[in-house]
Structure formats: C-alpha cells, structure tokens
C-alpha cells in the first residue's frame, strides 16, 4: 500500500528543516546503504551523528507521533532515526531493496523495515527529476511530494530515485518495523478505521453498528499484532 500524508510538518517546521540543512556537514550517502545499493546510490547524507540533524529527527518523530494517519497506517511499533538527505543536479538512486533490517548506530538497537518512508523538504517546484519511483504488482507509481508530505511504502518495494536534472532535492528518509508485519493486514486494518470514523460521523459513537466495527477492528489488531 503507498500512502501519502500531506502536511506532516507545517510551515515552521520545513522552514526550521531547510536553514539547518544548509549548514549541515554533508557526506556520501553511500555510508549508510548495502552492497547492492551502493553501488546505485549517489546522493549527500547528513551525518546521523550530528547534533543538528538529529535534533531534527526528533522534531520528525514528534510530528508522527501526532498524526492519525500515519498511526492509523503504519501502525508503529518502533522508527528508525530519521536521515536526512540531499540529491543534487546529476545524483540520484538507482533500483533497490532497502535492507530488511536496520541498527540504529553503534548500538544493538534494530528496526525490521517493514514500511520505508519519505518525508519531502523541497517543494516540487524547486527541483526537475527527483520522483521516488515505486514498483508494486500494479507497476510503477511515481511520487513527487511538496514540503511536508510523507509517504509511506511496503519496504519489500523495488524503487528508486530518478536523477535529478536542476536544483537540490531535500528528504527525510526512515523505516517503521509495525506491529502489523504484513502489508495486507494493516492495509484491510487502515480502511476499517476509516469506515469506522465515517460510521462515527454519520451515526454516532452509541449506534450498535459503530460498536460492532470498533470491536471487530481491536480484535483483528489483536490476532495480528505483536506489541
Ligand atoms: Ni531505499
């Protein structure tokens, strides 16, 4: 399931992203990828170990926190630290797998990805090139987000990043290992919730119909999830 969430910072926040961006020590991003992707990653990270930078992924991490659809969709049992990175004219990503699992540092923290996920720092309008191209069995879908908007994608998803051809692109990258391991249980989880916040609206929290599917919702997320 590829879902998009609009707006998961708002103006202040971007603002507050990007001017401590521009400052930041940028390095290969080849320090943080596989094997494989290695050899098709050409991109600037800013170091996981700056402070700057990881004051960031804080802010990223407290936004998500917040936001209903991302909880709604990912169902979070933990979240990689985000990584933030830089694709200039000429850089790009080529077709990859991201790692199954991730350590988080030098520590034996480890965060199986089952979703990866994209939060755009750049309007689309300030850079040409740059989708995040991802395969599904329906093909390919490209995503190119303004400031602010995430989007989340199976990590077992082939996918890429098209090279970018003028200005800079600035991302957040970070995984979630869910406490829903499959894809098509937490996608049939995420529209249950919403038929139920439809349901509520129309019918009010006391209608038997609005129980039944709020019971049945807590009951599927118990057979399926690991807390
Ligand atoms: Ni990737």
Not at 193 to 215: C, F, N, Q, W, Y
Request: with cysteine; aromatic share 6%.
């Amino acid at each position: 399931m590829l879902v998009s969430i609009p707006n998961l910072l708002d103006a202040a926040e971007i603002a507050n992203c990007r001017q401590v961006l521009d400052a930041a020590p940028w390095v290969d991003g080849r320090v943080t990828a596989g094997q494989q992707s290695a050899k098709a990653k050409r991109n600037l990270q800013a170091p996981a170990d700056d402070p700057a930078a990881a004051a960031l992924g804080e802010l990223v991490l407290t936004a998500l926190g917040r936001n209903p659809a991302f909880l709604s969709a990912a169902l979070p049992l933990k979240v990689f630290p985000p990584l933030f990175n830089r694709y200039e004219a000429g850089m790009g990503f080529g077709a990859h797998v991201d790692n199954a699992i991730r350590f988080v540092g030098e520590t034996t923290a480890r965060v199986r990805t089952d979703l990866s996920a994209t939060l755009f720092l750049s309007d689309a309008r300030d850079y040409d090139g740059g989708e995040l191209v991802i395969e599904d069995v329906f093909g390919e879908h490209a995503v190119k987000g303004e400031a602010g908007e995430l989007v989340l994608y199976p990590g077992s998803s082939l996918h890429r990043v098209e090279p970018v051809t003028r200005g800079a692109r600035l991302a957040a990258v970070f995984w979630v290992q869910s406490m829903v391991r499959r894809d098509d249980q937490r996608t049939l989880l995420q529209r249950l919730d919403e038929d139920i916040v439809a349901t509520r609206a129309a019918l009010g929290d006391a209608d038997p119909t609005v129980l039944s599917l709020t019971a049945g919702y807590h009951n599927l997320l118990r057979m399926w999830a690991d807390a």
